[in-house]
């Protein structure tokens, strides 16, 4: 089942758009489209490839042309030549992986250039040594999905419900550019609303100077060490007005382009003495969907950029201001045009472990009792590799989303999925992000921590209570109202937490679930809705629009409407 982006898919020209808005060179060669591929169960280089697979796409997506499953014992390879531009070379060249699900090696003309474990999290190897007039370029991939303690997010190799088709392999854009000698190899942008400046960190191998240009004005300064930027009578980013501050810094021959905008979130108590959330020191209640960025033909993989705007423009012109990006990491030019657009974004880690424990799972629903995550066994950790691991692409995620101006939320657990040492999370989060607010626990197993109570509520009325510790309280799911809409299903199967046989039933609900519960909780102190979901996804029938975005389910002025009174 294809969407509108994936009929007019051109595997000469995939997802060409440049991948890192946020640091942009003049210097980029895009590696998509068609590479060879065989899956093997040896762990030695294939003699003969399969066939033909369209990079990004992993090979269980329609999109790739393989169509094909890796299973947890076999190896996946990726074969493709290329030439550098005459010219291109102007120093070093750098690889870059947006991501690849899970374990990837790299080598380039049969030198092994390193590796990268973590399916959702990009990575970069130097070329420079390697290099030749022809180069060939392979990449071996293992994923073991659910079999392990990896972090998969909703993959299951035996899918169906609430759990998804397992994908595996290269599944966002492969590319390359070329840096001097000397190069910025990352900037970290912290915007200080408060204090009306900009903390810019500006990271190097090379002790050169640096210089900013930022609103007609250069600063110079060290790198690896933070200076501050004093702005002007600067205009606040938030959803109604995304104002956004072009940057671009030089050191040497290097030269970087990026932006930032002027926004802080904050968790504070209100004129009535409710603990709420803030951006830019007011009150501002986030009316969000759950958006877990699956699509039927490239699964992870958007088709286009213009799929991914589509998705968050949507929500915005039926009056949501945030999404909840659920179990996945996106593409950054997903968080570009968040930024650009004006929609908040709550994201959460991707979860692994072991198998899903129904009975530790749903205990907080079914009896109330929230379990202390320091048990590991209960929520299948008891691999201190897996805990590791996960600590581990926390750091990175965290560093990589870093400077994303419309992220607002950090979300480590969901539901108990994998959780263990939520506090230890926590600090960890701070450590490196203390501008953010975070959900320490959606959901279920509250660990009676942080600033935020979170709760997800299914099959019965939502009644607000104010939190007895005091924090911000959200509803971080709800709802999840399937409808079947004929000749856009992913199959015959129907999963959703209220089933409505028509359009005109499905309105009713909804109108009635918002008027009766959710607009009287926010008057009460309700700080964030989350409802299930911005588009159906295989058996998940509960979206706004559907799993292919051919159809919005709900008249889009109703919804407005609906949302407006929240939205006051």
């Known amino acids: 089942m294809k969407t509108i982006w994936g009929d007019k898919l051109d595997a000469n020209h995939v997802l060409e758009?440049?991948?890192?808005?946020?640091?942009?060179?003049?210097?980029?060669?895009?590696?998509?489209?068609?590479?060879?591929?065989?899956?093997?169960?040896?762990?030695?280089?294939?003699?003969?490839?399969?066939?033909?697979?369209?990079?990004?796409?992993?090979?269980?997506?329609?999109?790739?042309?393989?169509?094909?499953?890796?299973?947890?014992?076999?190896?996946?390879?990726?074969?493709?030549?290329?030439?550098?531009?005459?010219?291109?070379?102007?120093?070093?060249?750098?690889?870059?992986?947006?991501?690849?699900?899970?374990?990837?090696?790299?080598?380039?003309?049969?030198?092994?250039?390193?590796?990268?474990?973590?399916?959702?999290?990009?990575?970069?190897?130097?070329?420079?040594?390697?290099?030749?007039?022809?180069?060939?370029?392979?990449?071996?991939?293992?994923?073991?999905?659910?079999?392990?303690?990896?972090?998969?997010?909703?993959?299951?190799?035996?899918?169906?419900?609430?759990?998804?088709?397992?994908?595996?392999?290269?599944?966002?854009?492969?590319?390359l550019e070329s840096v001097p000698q000397q190069y910025i190899s990352d900037i970290k942008i912290t915007p200080l609303f408060d204090e009306s400046e900009v903390e810019l960190t500006v990271y190097s191998e090379s002790g050169k100077?640096?210089?900013?240009?930022?609103?007609?004005?250069?600063?110079?300064?060290?790198?690896?060490?933070?200076?501050?930027?004093?702005?002007?009578?600067?205009?606040?980013?938030?959803?109604?007005?995304?104002?956004?501050?072009?940057?671009?810094?030089?050191?040497?021959?290097?030269?970087?382009?990026?932006?930032?905008?002027?926004?802080?979130?904050?968790?504070?108590?209100?004129?009535?003495?409710?603990?709420?959330?803030?951006?830019?020191?007011?009150?501002?209640?986030?009316?969000?969907?759950?958006?877990?960025?699956?699509?039927?033909?490239?699964?992870?993989?958007?088709?286009?950029?213009e799929a991914m705007i589509f998705d968050i423009q949507t929500a915005k012109d039926l009056g949501f201001n945030m999404l909840r990006k659920h179990i996945k990491i996106e593409p950054a030019r997903f968080y570009y045009h968040c930024d650009r657009l004006g929609m908040l974004v709550w994201q959460d880690m991707v979860n692994g472990g072991g198998a899903y424990k129904f009975l530790t799972i749903a205990s907080p629903l079914m009896t109330g009792i929230h379990f202390k995550d320091s048990r590991y066994k209960w929520f299948s950790r008891e691999a201190a590799a897996g805990r590791k691991q996960y600590m581990s692409e926390l750091d990175e995620t965290v560093k990589h989303l870093y400077n994303t101006v419309s992220l607002a939320m950090w979300v480590p657990f969901n539901e108990g999925w994998g959780q263990f040492d939520a506090e230890k999370a926590v600090n960890r989060i701070l450590e490196l992000d203390n501008t953010r607010t975070i959900d320490h626990a959606s959901g279920w197993h509250d660990q009676k921590i942080g600033e935020i109570k979170s709760l997800h509520v299914y099959f019965r009325p939502y009644r607000f209570k104010h939190d007895s510790r005091g924090r911000a309280v959200v509803l971080s799911e709800f709802g999840g109202y399937n409808y079947r809409e004929e000749g856009h299903c992913f199959n015959e199967r129907d999963f959703g937490y209220k089933r409505l046989k028509t359009p005109e039933e499905l309105l009713s609900a909804y109108e009635?679930?918002?008027?009766?519960?959710?607009?009287?909780?926010?008057?009460?102190?309700?700080?964030?809705?989350?409802?299930?979901?911005?588009?159906?996804?295989?058996?998940?029938?509960?979206?706004?629009?559907?799993?292919?975005?051919?159809?919005?389910?709900?008249?889009?002025?109703?919804?407005?409407?609906?949302?407006?009174?929240?939205?006051?």
Not at 539 to 547: A, Q, S, V
């Open 17 to 175: 758009e440049y991948p890192r808005p946020q640091m942009k060179r003049d210097s980029y060669l895009n590696l998509n489209g068609v590479w060879e591929y065989a899956i093997t169960e040896s762990d030695a280089p294939p003699e003969n490839y399969d066939g033909e697979i369209i990079v990004p796409f992993s090979p269980e997506s329609e999109l790739s042309g393989a169509n094909r499953t890796l299973s947890p014992s076999q190896t996946l390879w990726y074969r493709r030549a290329f030439r550098l531009p005459v010219g291109f070379d102007i120093g070093r060249v750098l690889l870059h992986f947006g991501a690849v699900d899970q374990e990837a090696v790299v080598f380039l003309n049969g030198k092994n250039l390193g590796s990268h474990v973590g399916g959702y999290t990009p990575f970069s190897f130097e070329l420079s040594s390697a290099l030749a007039d022809e180069n060939t370029l392979l990449v071996k991939v293992r994923d073991v999905s659910d079999s392990s303690y990896q972090s998969r997010g909703k993959q299951k190799t035996e899918r169906g419900g609430i759990w998804y088709t397992a994908q595996s392999g290269i599944w966002q854009t492969v590319w």
């Open 512 to 568: 009635r679930l918002y008027t009766n519960e959710i607009i009287p909780a926010k008057e009460k102190g309700l700080c964030a809705t989350v409802y299930t979901q911005l588009t159906d996804v295989e058996d998940e029938l509960n979206g706004l629009i559907t799993y292919d975005r051919k159809v919005l389910k709900l008249p889009a002025e109703k919804l407005r409407q609906i949302n407006a009174k929240l939205n006051d």
């Open 209 to 305: 100077p640096c210089t900013a240009l930022l609103e007609g004005r250069d600063c110079s300064f060290l790198p690896n060490e933070p200076v501050r930027l004093k702005l002007t009578d600067f205009i606040a980013w938030s959803p109604e007005n995304p104002k956004l501050y072009p940057l671009t810094v030089t050191m040497g021959e290097d030269r970087v382009e990026s932006y930032f905008g002027m926004r802080k979130f904050s968790a504070e108590k209100d004129e009535k003495g409710v603990k709420r959330l803030f951006l830019n020191n007011k009150p501002y209640f986030h009316n969000g969907l759950l958006d877990q960025g699956y699509y039927s033909d490239g699964l992870l993989t958007p088709p286009s950029d």
